[in-house]
């Protein structure tokens, strides 16, 4: 069974500080991975995609990258703004999105 | 920007009451979803639905549960008898294809009392 577990649960960083989310994944045969950010209360915005044959993906301030082999995704937001206040998911596909817990970010103005 | 949409936004049955989740899935993709997400938990598979019919379901989604694309633009998930436990966030998604990226909805929250 697909286990996807984010690293850490909760960050709080000073506006302007570059965040680095982490998330893993114990089945390496995936489709593809997608990152999520979800405010309180309410839905999931897909911030990226990556392929499962891709390493990198790039939109903006947000790059995340995938090694697949490894079992392990990395979400980079620069530049940080209370905006990107928000909780973090990570899910691979396989049958279905299998999500993590998510990582809570705070950014402090 | 074309979204999916969800309605209600918001339920309260009693135990028991069968309720149906409606979603206007985005109108070119071929691919629909329901997943739960129970408050301070994370979100869970239910179902995909391509072609007018489950092509995944997880082992939550049991026979309480049913899936149905009545016309052309809505889906919809049916739980037969609710119990106390299905008390959760419930989102729609729809993708393009099976491996592209997929959009949800803002989640019909559903309270069984």
């Known amino acids: 069974k697909q286990e996807v577990t984010q690293i850490p649960a909760a960050l709080s960083v000073p506006e302007g500080e570059n965040l680095v989310l982490n998330c893993s994944f114990t089945?390496?045969?995936?489709?593809?991975l997608q990152w999520f950010r979800q405010d309180p209360g309410k839905g999931l915005t897909s911030l990226l995609l990556?392929?499962?044959?891709?390493r990198e993906q790039t939109s903006g301030r947000l790059n995340a990258s995938l090694d697949k082999s490894s079992g392990r995704s990395t979400l980079y937001i620069a530049a940080s703004q209370p905006g990107d206040s928000a909780t973090y998911l990570c899910?691979?596909?396989?049958?279905?999105?299998?999500f993590g817990a998510g990582t809570t970010v705070t950014v402090r103005a | 920007e074309p979204e999916v949409t969800q309605t209600p936004s918001h339920q309260v049955t009693q135990m028991g009451q069968e309720v149906i989740l409606r979603c206007v899935p985005i109108?070119?993709?071929?691919?629909f979803y329901w997943y739960r997400q129970i408050l301070g938990q994370k979100v869970e598979f239910l179902v995909s639905?391509?072609?007018?019919?489950?092509?995944?379901k997880s082992e939550i989604f049991d026979d309480q549960f049913s899936v149905e694309r009545p016309d052309g633009s809505n889906f919809t998930l049916k739980i037969r008898s609710t119990k106390l436990e299905d008390s959760a966030m419930y989102f729609c998604?729809?993708?393009?294809?099976?491996?592209?990226?997929?959009?949800f909805g803002q989640g019909t929250r559903l309270t069984v009392v």
């Open positions: 998604a729809s993708s393009e294809a099976i491996s592209t990226e997929a959009f």
């Open positions: 089945d390496s045969a995936i489709y593809n």
């Open positions: 990556i392929q499962s044959s891709q």
């Open positions: 899910a691979v596909r396989v049958r279905g999105l299998s």
């Open positions: 109108s070119n993709h071929l691919y």
């Open positions: 639905f391509y072609n007018n019919e489950i092509s995944e």
